[in-house]
C-alpha cells in the first residue's frame, strides 16, 4: 500500500513540474512571432501537410484533431483548404494550437486571432531547419526529449549520406525539373533551396547551383535544360505509376540531345516527399544517394 502511495506521490510531482515547466514555454515561429504557451496543447490542427509530416515523424498523430484536404501524413477530421481556413470548422473542433506553414497562410493569423485561437507559423527552407523544426514541434506538443532525441538521429542519418557522398571521386551532374506538360514552363532549384541541399548530400552536383531565386527556386525554359546538358534529371510523381513529368521530357523534341534523355537516365521521385523541406525528405535522399551511386 505504501508503495502504491509512494508511486502515486512521486507520479504527481513528475506531472506538477511539467506543468510548470511548460508554463514557462515561449517560442519564436518561423515569421518572428513571440508565441508563449501557458498550458499543455493537447488538442492541435495542422493547416498544412508540412507540418503535419513533422507531427507523424515524432509519433504524435494523437493530438492532431483536424487536417486539410490536401493531407497525406494523418488520419484526422478534415478542415477543407489550406486557404482560406475555414475557421468555424476549426472552432467547432476547439483546438489549443493551429500549425501554419507561411507564406500564403500569414493572412491567416489575424482572423484565427479574432477568435482567440492561437496559431504557430512553421516554415524551414533547408536541412538545418529540418532538424530544429522537429525539436520546436516536439516541445509544443510535450515532447522535447524524444524530440532531441529523434532529431539527433535524423540528423546524424544525412549526415551519414552526405560524409560517404563527399568521398567519391566522379559525381554526376543533376538538374531537378517541376515539370507537367509543358517543357517551355518548367522550375527548377538553385542556391538557397532545400533541393540543392539534397542533390548536394546525395552526391550529385546541382547545375542550377550557380543560380537562385525565391527561396532558390527559378523558372527555365527547354533552352537552359539543353546548356546545362546534364547526366541525370529528377522529376516528380504524386501518386504510383504517374510518368507525367518523365513522359513530357521523352516526347519534347527540344530536349531529345540532352545526355539525360538520351541515355534514360530520368529518376522518379515521390513528389509529395519531395515538394517540402519535413522529415520525410529522408527517404528521397536514400533514394538519390542510390541512383547517383550507381549512375557515376
Do not use: H
Given at each position: 500500500m505504501k508503495k502504491g502511495i509512494k508511486k502515486y506521490l512521486v507520479l504527481l510531482l513528475l506531472t506538477v513540474l511539467s506543468v510548470l515547466t511548460f508554463a514557462q514555454l515561449a517560442l519564436v515561429d518561423d515569421l518572428g512571432r513571440f508565441v508563449k504557451f501557458d498550458s499543455q496543447v493537447?488538442?492541435?490542427?495542422?493547416a498544412a501537410p508540412l507540418v503535419s509530416d513533422y507531427i507523424k515523424y515524432l509519433g504524435l498523430e494523437e493530438k492532431v484533431v483536424g487536417v486539410t484536404d490536401w493531407d497525406t501524413s494523418i488520419e484526422s477530421e478534415k478542415i477543407g483548404d489550406m486557404f482560406p481556413l475555414n475557421i468555424e470548422?476549426?472552432?467547432?473542433?476547439?483546438?489549443?494550437?493551429?500549425?501554419?506553414?507561411?507564406?500564403?497562410?500569414?493572412?491567416?493569423?489575424?482572423?484565427?486571432?479574432?477568435?482567440?485561437?492561437?496559431?504557430?507559423?512553421?516554415?524551414?527552407?533547408?536541412?538545418?531547419?529540418?532538424?530544429?523544426?522537429?525539436?520546436?514541434?516536439?516541445?509544443?506538443?510535450?515532447?522535447?526529449?524524444?524530440?532531441?532525441?529523434?532529431?539527433?538521429?535524423f540528423r546524424q542519418q544525412y549526415l551519414g549520406i552526405a560524409k560517404n557522398a563527399f568521398l567519391w571521386t566522379k559525381k554526376p551532374t543533376v538538374?531537378?525539373?517541376?515539370?507537367?506538360?509543358?517543357?517551355?514552363?518548367?522550375?527548377?532549384?538553385?542556391?538557397?533551396?532545400?533541393?540543392?541541399?539534397?542533390?548536394?548530400?546525395?552526391?550529385?552536383?546541382?547545375?542550377?547551383?550557380?543560380?537562385?531565386?525565391n527561396n532558390g527556386f527559378f523558372q527555365i525554359g527547354p533552352e537552359f535544360v539543353v546548356a546545362q546538358n546534364p547526366d541525370i534529371i529528377i522529376v516528380d510523381a504524386y501518386f504510383e505509376g504517374d510518368e507525367t513529368a518523365k513522359n513530357t521530357l521523352l516526347n519534347a523534341p527540344q530536349l531529345k540531345n540532352v545526355q539525360a534523355i538520351r541515355n534514360g537516365k530520368i529518376v522518379t521521385v515521390d513528389g509529395n516527399k519531395m515538394s517540402q523541406?519535413?522529415?520525410?525528405?529522408?527517404?528521397?535522399?536514400?533514394?538519390?544517394?542510390?541512383?547517383?551511386?550507381?549512375?557515376?
Open positions: 493537447q488538442r492541435v490542427v495542422s470548422k476549426i472552432i467547432s473542433l476547439n483546438p489549443d494550437l493551429v500549425f501554419l506553414s507561411g507564406g500564403f497562410q500569414e493572412p491567416e493569423i489575424e482572423r484565427l486571432q479574432r477568435y482567440n485561437i492561437k496559431s504557430f507559423v512553421i516554415n524551414p527552407v533547408g536541412f538545418n531547419d529540418i532538424y530544429k523544426t522537429i525539436t520546436i514541434i516536439g516541445s509544443i506538443l510535450g515532447e522535447p526529449e524524444r524530440a532531441v532525441e529523434i532529431s539527433n538521429k538538374l531537378y525539373l517541376m515539370v507537367q506538360n509543358n517543357v517551355g514552363e518548367m522550375w527548377t532549384a538553385g542556391t538557397g533551396s532545400y533541393i540543392n541541399e539534397l542533390i548536394a548530400y546525395a552526391g550529385g552536383l546541382n547545375l542550377a547551383a550557380p543560380y537562385s531565386g523541406a519535413s522529415p520525410s525528405i529522408i527517404d528521397v535522399l536514400i533514394q538519390l544517394n542510390k541512383y547517383f551511386g550507381d549512375n557515376k
